[in-house]
């Protein structure tokens, strides 16, 4: 094989093994590490620059050990669960991640975010992203219906989810029996550094929850962020209108809406995902169907269905578009009911 040719065949190599990396969130020194025949870090990092002539790279070799090395990815990839769709470049994590650099660097009382999406938006896939990124600051704290009329609910997750241990000379002090003796409690743990507390379900709020953020705003240097579904956090402003417009006035600091799947990131997460399709007017069409269906199916979720099928049979060559229709069929007809698939067409 040729220099040059040789060059390219390894570059799609690695290419493919970083697609299987980003598919499950591993860093370059773990993937390495996990994958035998990758190579160093360094090394792996220069066959995936187009821009490095690999110059004292023995190439042959490198092509033998990655081809080597994808035989193992792809027999993994065939074994292990498939991760959802979490790229921190997509727009609901960037959108999301930017509202709260911004709350994170406000002085004033405005640090209140609001993450809203519908089911399959990518409120989990935001969670997991601050989770990661700011793992040391980032307080995940998760509502439930009961928050909606119990304080003594509420104030305890908090409590717990910060982890708060006390001690006096006699040893470990309990948490403290009553809500208000909880936040005072709560209030002093949080004005020791600022933290991001991530309330994901945040439409289970109630009315004194809704007085209880506001509070916590005035008193503390946290940065709240809540996470919810519009339609119920619609309800949750109008039943408590006197309490939210509060944190919905002055207080806020941004108001993020998720958007349904786009055309262009769903292309990209196939690309991602190891999906070939037979040209570029197929993919493109693909990508566009998938956006404009996606949102009556699931979103993202819905689309990740689809391209792990299309991935599976892009193993035995490039999907066309009559194949592409027949997969997108049948993910769709196992996400819609069979009595109502004739209303859905």
Same mark, same amino acid.
């Given at each position: 094989?040729?220099?040059?040719?040789?060059?390219?065949? @390894?570059?799609?190599?690695?290419?493919?093994?970083?697609?299987?990396?980003?598919?499950?969130?591993?860093?370059?020194?773990?993937?390495?590490?996990?994958?035998?025949?990758?190579?160093?870090?360094?090394?792996?990092?220069?066959?995936?620059?187009?821009?490095?002539?690999?110059?004292?790279?023995?190439?042959?070799?490198?092509?033998?050990?990655?081809?080597?090395?994808?035989?193992?990815?792809?027999?993994?990839? &065939?074994?292990?669960?498939?991760?959802?769709?979490?790229?921190?470049?997509?727009?609901?994590?960037?959108?999301?991640?930017?509202?709260?650099?911004?709350?994170?660097?406000?002085? &004033?009382?405005?640090?209140?975010?609001?993450?809203?999406?519908?089911?399959?938006?990518?409120?989990?896939?935001?969670?997991?992203?601050?989770?990661?990124?700011?793992?040391?600051?980032?307080?995940?704290?998760?509502?439930?219906?009961?928050?909606?009329?119990?304080?003594?609910?509420?104030?305890?997750?908090?409590?717990?989810?910060?982890?708060?241990?006390?001690?006096?000379?006699?040893?470990?002090?309990?948490?403290?029996?009553?809500?208000?003796?909880?936040?005072?409690?709560?209030?002093?743990?949080?004005?020791?550094?600022?933290?991001?507390?991530?309330?994901?379900?945040?439409?289970?709020?109630?009315?004194?929850?809704?007085?209880?953020?506001?509070?916590?705003?005035?008193?503390?240097?946290?940065?709240?962020?809540?996470?919810?579904?519009?339609?119920?956090?619609?309800? @949750?402003?109008?039943?408590?209108?006197?309490?939210?417009?509060? @944190?919905?006035?002055?207080?806020?600091?941004?108001?993020?809406?998720?958007?349904?799947?786009?055309?262009?990131?769903?292309?990209?997460?196939?690309?991602?995902?190891?999906?070939?399709?037979?040209?570029?007017?197929?993919?493109?069409?693909?990508?566009?169907?998938?956006?404009?269906?996606?949102?009556?199916?699931?979103?993202?979720?819905?689309?990740?269905?689809?391209?792990?099928?299309?991935? @599976?049979?892009?193993?035995?060559?490039?999907?066309?578009?009559?194949?592409?229709?027949?997969?997108?069929?049948?993910?769709?007809?196992?996400?819609?009911?069979?009595?109502?698939?004739?209303?859905?067409?």
């Amino acid at each position: 094989m040729h220099q040059t040719d040789t060059i390219i065949r @390894l570059r799609e190599l690695a290419r493919e093994a970083q697609n299987y990396q980003l598919e499950r969130g591993l860093s370059d020194a773990k993937f390495c590490a996990d994958v035998a025949g990758l190579g160093s870090t360094k090394t792996y990092k220069r066959i995936l620059d187009d821009k490095d002539d690999l110059a004292e790279l023995n190439v042959e070799a490198q092509l033998k050990n990655y081809e080597g090395a994808l035989e193992y990815i792809r027999s993994r990839r &065939s074994k292990d669960k498939l991760a959802e769709p979490e790229y921190d470049d997509f727009t609901n994590i960037l959108t999301a991640r930017s509202a709260i650099t911004r709350a994170m660097e406000e002085d &004033s009382i405005a640090r209140f975010v609001v993450i809203e999406g519908e089911t399959g938006t990518g409120k989990d896939a935001v969670k997991n992203a601050l989770l990661k990124r700011w793992s040391k600051v980032t307080v995940h704290i998760e509502a439930n219906e009961l928050w909606r009329e119990s304080l003594s609910v509420a104030t305890k997750s908090i409590f717990c989810a910060l982890d708060i241990r006390r001690r006096d000379e006699a040893g470990p002090l309990p948490m403290p029996k009553y809500p208000a003796d909880r936040l005072d409690v709560i209030y002093e743990e949080l004005n020791k550094r600022k933290l991001i507390l991530l309330f994901n379900e945040g439409h289970h709020f109630g009315p004194r929850m809704l007085n209880v953020l506001k509070d916590m705003i005035n008193c503390t240097k946290a940065v709240p962020v809540m996470l919810c579904i519009p339609g119920l956090l619609q309800r @949750l402003v109008k039943d408590s209108y006197q309490e939210a417009i509060q @944190l919905f006035g002055n207080r806020l600091c941004e108001r993020v809406y998720l958007p349904t799947p786009p055309a262009d990131e769903i292309a990209l997460l196939m690309e991602r995902r190891g999906v070939k399709f037979t040209d570029a007017e197929a993919r493109n069409d693909a990508a566009k169907e998938l956006s404009a269906e996606a949102p009556a199916l699931g979103n993202w979720r819905f689309v990740g269905l689809v391209a792990r099928e299309l991935a @599976l049979a892009s193993r035995k060559g490039p999907v066309n578009a009559q194949q592409f229709q027949q997969l997108r069929s049948v993910v769709r007809n196992r996400r819609i009911p069979r009595q109502l698939q004739g209303r859905a067409a």
